[in-house]
């Protein structure tokens, strides 16, 4: 007999960046089977479409697009379906989720370039005009929070520049829909792309993509990919009433649904996105006090997830505190930098400043513990 003691029974609060602490009432939403194909489930389908719009106060000049898979999938497919022949992609890099984007244009074969800055710089409105110099290139592409390090690219400045050169303008919003508000229509964003199990706080296994109609309209035969062909997808979403091409995940879109109906009752993105900013600023200001360091200037910080650096002591071991907040019911996350030695801390999904205060007063022990030993 295979031992599967180590599956736990214990829930834990996940201070990640997705998938992340849903509630019992999100959960509770994907205890039903539905048909992929039945007009009842097509039907929340459709309602789920609807509600992304109006939540982002859009008009039905803009629709949406529902993917099956995690967040890369959704990039993926946009990237893969909007640029046809004759098309240039511009690639705005900050960290690994930039990265990725380049990964998939390389692999894909589609004509791009690419601006880096390093991970703990925002992405300027100089760096894009000085690329824009290139005038072959048709779409500029850009991650909103870069997950990375939490650090917040300014949305406001960029687009404006982006629309000013009149490019096509395809946004990375996967960790930032749904908790900072996003004024899609005005900021001039013809893609923006999100997943489920991030601020909307729903259960992982689709991504979404809002996008103006009449950009949409025109990527008919343009994707390199069946499976990942965000027009096709469109299209029978369209003509067939919310009905997926290929087999979707019926329980995930059940929660999906409910975390949406929840974050109404939150009282919309603003409220939600003013919970996390005050966690975020709890959070990163104790940890400073407690020894550790944040990675970013504080100035670029977003409400979604803190990079911390180890502190200077030969006693500190990442392992060893992620192993006593994870006794203790909390899930930290490891860096992910290569010049850097961090750790990070994410305050999305259903998690309040008193859970917050709880961790901060562990970790505050746990140093307490490893002074104590460090001196004996
Ligand atoms: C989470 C995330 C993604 C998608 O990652 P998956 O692991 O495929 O869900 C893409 N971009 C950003 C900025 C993200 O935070």
């Known amino acids: ?16 960046p997705g998938p992340l602490s849903t509630s019992k009432r999100v959960r509770a939403a994907m205890l039903k089977d539905l048909c992929t194909w039945d007009k009842d489930y097509n ?12 939540i982002s106060n859009l008009s039905q000049d803009y629709t949406t ?5 995690s967040g890369s999938f959704a990039v993926e497919s946009v990237i893969t379906t909007a640029l046809g022949n004759g098309y240039k992609l511009l690639i705005l890099i900050n960290g690994e989720y930039g990265r990725r984007i380049e990964q998939i244009a390389k692999i894909s074969g589609i004509p791009h370039i690419s601006k880096s800055v390093e991970e703990c710089e925002i992405i300027t409105p100089q760096l894009i005009r000085e690329a824009l110099r290139d005038n072959t290139i048709t779409h500029v592409v850009l991650v909103h929070c870069e997950t990375t390090t939490g650090i917040l690219n300014p949305l406001e400045s960029l687009c404006k520049e982006i629309k000013q050169h009149n490019k096509i303008l395809i946004i990375d919003a996967m960790s930032s829909f749904g908790g900072i508000p996003i004024e899609i229509e005005n900021l001039g964003i013809d893609f923006l792309i999100s997943s489920a199990n991030k601020c909307i706080q ?11 109609k009449e950009r949409m309209e025109q990527l008919k035969g343009n994707a390199k990919s069946l499976s990942l062909d965000m027009y096709a997808q469109w299209e029978c979403m369209e003509n067939h009433a919310g009905k997926w091409r290929f087999t979707s995940p019926t329980h995930v879109v059940m929660a999906f649904r409910e975390a949406l109906l929840e974050l109404e009752s939150e009282g919309g993105i ?8 005050q966690m975020q600023k709890v959070l990163s200001e104790r940890m400073e006090d407690i020894g550790y360091q944040c990675y970013i200037d504080k100035k670029y910080h977003s409400p979604i997830i803190t990079t911390f650096c180890y502190p200077d002591s030969n006693f500190f071991s990442f392992h060893d505190m992620y192993e ?26 259903d998690i309040y400043l008193s859970d917050i205060e709880r961790l901060l007063g562990l970790i505050q022990a746990y140093n307490q513990g490893v002074q104590v030993q460090s001196k004996s």
């Open 324 to 349: 006593y907040l994870k006794c203790r019911h909390f899930v930290i996350y490891p860096g992910k930098l290569s010049q850097a030695d961090t750790f990070r801390i994410g305050n999305i999904g």
């Open 43 to 54: 039907f929340i389908v459709q309602d789920i479409r609807q509600r992304l719009l109006s």
């Open 65 to 69: 697009i529902l993917m099956q898979g």
């Open 270 to 277: 603003e409220i939600r996105h003013k919970r996390y900013a």
């Open 202 to 212: 729903g259960a992982p296994g689709f991504g979404f993509i809002i996008a103006k």
């Open 1 to 16: 007999m295979q031992d599967f003691s180590f599956i736990p029974n214990n829930e834990y609060i996940l201070l990640t």
